[in-house]
């Protein structure tokens, strides 16, 4: 025989009734719906493939996360903490996370995809090199950079916007040296980008 549960919370006793009398009691959980409480990180690349920790609680019989729609199975690590490998996104920006148990569904998280960052220009383009050149970067998907490096040597920035961000270089050696950005999709990258001249640059 099948039965659809009544609504109920934490641990009873079911039984079976028939004309010849009732069963003895046996023990149903009810399993409260998960609670979200944060993402481990909370943005990654649009070809998926990072591992993100969710915390929260009544996650123990966790099944199944959606990523805007794409779903992953996770692992459990405990009724506070799963794993789980992101899908690729269907495009950048964000979605919504829901995480599905015995008890239910939860929403309320959300998560970025990015896509890789490009360099269009640099400008200016040349300056000395003792650094604190001030340059502007323009491209594409800047707004979640995580570094700027010339030459290998971090830089430090400001985001403007999606498709801008302004840097200082650092001392160099003089001659053509590459410039790279990086945010948690990848990194781009311009050979010879930037040249540092002896004296006060260009």
Not at 86 to 112: D, I, K, Q
């Amino acid at each position: 025989m099948t039965a659809v549960s009544p609504s109920g919370t934490g641990t009873v006793g079911v039984t079976v009734t028939t004309p010849g009398g009732t069963s003895n009691p046996v023990s149903f959980f009810y399993v409260g719906a998960p609670f979200k409480g944060s993402l481990g990180v909370t943005s990654g690349p649009l070809a998926g493939g990072n591992t993100v920790a969710i915390n929260g609680t009544g996650l123990q019989t966790a099944t199944s996360v959606s990523f805007g729609g794409v779903t992953a199975t996770p692992t459990v690590v405990s009724d506070s903490q799963l794993t789980v490998t992101v899908p690729a996104g269907l495009a950048a920006g964000p979605v919504g996370v829901s995480v599905t148990t015995a008890g239910g569904t939860n929403n309320g998280l959300s998560y970025t995809y990015v896509d890789n960052p490009t360099i269009g220009t640099i400008s200016p383009n040349s300056g000395s090199t003792s650094g604190g050149t001030a340059v502007t970067i323009t491209g594409t998907n800047l707004d979640s950079t995580e570094s700027v490096t010339f030459d290998g040597a971090p830089a430090p920035f400001s985001v403007i916007n999606s498709t801008t961000l302004s840097a200082v270089t650092p001392p160099g050696t003089a001659g053509a040296v590459d410039v790279v950005v990086t945010n948690p999709s990848g990194s781009d990258t311009e050979v010879g980008g930037f040249t540092y001249v002896t004296g006060p640059g260009i």
